[in-house]
């Protein structure tokens, strides 16, 4: 049995996304900028929220023993965003995936949080390669990704008609 993920930092709570997070996961995936930069995942209710999270990061749970997880304020529960290491079936490595509601961005909290993941998947995992890819218009994942010490590897497409996208590699 995997024991589920549990972080605090200093700001911070860090734990697996649950079936009851569909209303903030809802909100989370229809924002303008997720939509923008991630992609539509297809989730038009409450229901499509729960399905997303019980085929995406559960499954990853269930699988591997790491996935998204959901960050919240540590003093009163507040969600506010995604953070964690997944595993894409088109990529060799593992993958530190990000996004936070509009109004917790620019705070510092995607730095803690990613800061605590990375350092999570380096030492509990010995995960010692671990990428992040965006969309090169994506300029603050961009920085955010070098501030926490990751560097620009190359440009790449998924599909031959696909758009271009960074890659970003994190040696630990």
């Given at each position: ?10 700001h ?5 996304l ?12 229809t ?12 989730v038009?209710?409450?229901?499509d929220?729960?399905?997303?999270i019980?085929?995406?990061s559960?499954?990853m ?22 953070c964690?290491?997944?595993k894409r ?17 620019r705070?510092?909290?995607?730095f803690e949080?990613?800061t605590?993941?990375?350092e999570?998947?380096r030492?509990k995992l010995r ?26 590897e190359?440009?790449?497409?998924k ?7 960074d890659l970003?590699?994190f040696?630990?």
């Amino acid at each position: 049995m995997i024991k589920p993920l549990a972080i605090e930092t200093r700001h911070l709570k860090i734990r697996w996304l649950e079936p009851d997070d569909a209303a903030f996961i809802y909100t989370l995936v229809t924002d303008p900028a997720w939509i923008r930069y991630i992609g539509d995942k297809n989730v038009s209710n409450l229901e499509d929220a729960k399905t997303y999270i019980e085929t995406g990061s559960l499954e990853m749970y269930r699988n591997l023993g790491f996935g998204l997880n959901h960050v919240s304020l540590k003093e009163d529960g507040t969600p506010l965003g995604i953070c964690g290491l997944l595993k894409r079936e088109t990529l060799d490595d593992v993958e530190l995936g990000f996004a936070f509601l509009p109004e917790f961005r620019r705070q510092g909290y995607a730095f803690e949080a990613a800061t605590a993941v990375l350092e999570y998947g380096r030492i509990k995992l010995r995960i010692s390669r671990i990428i992040a890819i965006l969309t090169p218009d994506n300029v603050a994942s961009g920085k955010l990704l070098c501030k926490l010490g990751f560097e620009f590897e190359n440009s790449f497409q998924k599909e031959p008609n696909s758009n271009k996208l960074d890659l970003y590699v994190f040696n630990g």
